[in-house]
């Protein structure tokens, strides 16, 4: 299995970003999605969970202003976070279940 995570960079406060996580090596449509990040000095959180049918679930932290979406056929689940403030500043990791990717930094800044 290995997973592979674009679209970070940096951003001002209240840009968006769309990051994008392309998943290989498993049968995508049945597994759970996840987005998590990690700040500095922090333990890394769950931000947004996605099942293979599309149900959806979030930190209280980024409700309203994060959407999870996948797409079965392409074997990819995306993570568009709007209204960013500092406080998101983290690397972003995509997970299904035992497989992390290799994180994409992003960095909410004037």
């Known amino acids: 299995v290995q997973l592979v995570e674009s679209g970070g960079g940096l951003v001002q406060p209240g840009g968006s970003l769309r990051l994008s996580c392309a998943a290989s090596?498993?049968?995508?449509?049945?597994?759970?999605m996840d987005w998590y990040r990690q700040a500095p000095g922090k333990q890394r959180e769950l931000v947004a969970t996605?099942?293979?049918?599309?149900?959806?679930n979030y930190a209280d932290s980024v409700k309203g202003r994060f959407t999870i979406f996948r797409d079965n056929a392409k074997n990819t689940v995306d993570l568009q976070m709007n209204s960013l403030k500092p406080e998101d500043t983290a690397v972003y990791y995509c997970?299904?279940?035992?497989?992390w990717g290799q994180g994409t930094l992003v960095t909410v800044s004037e």
């Open positions: 090596g498993l049968l995508f449509k049945f597994y759970a």
């Open positions: 997970n299904v279940a035992t497989t």
């Open positions: 996605i099942s293979g049918g599309g149900s959806t």
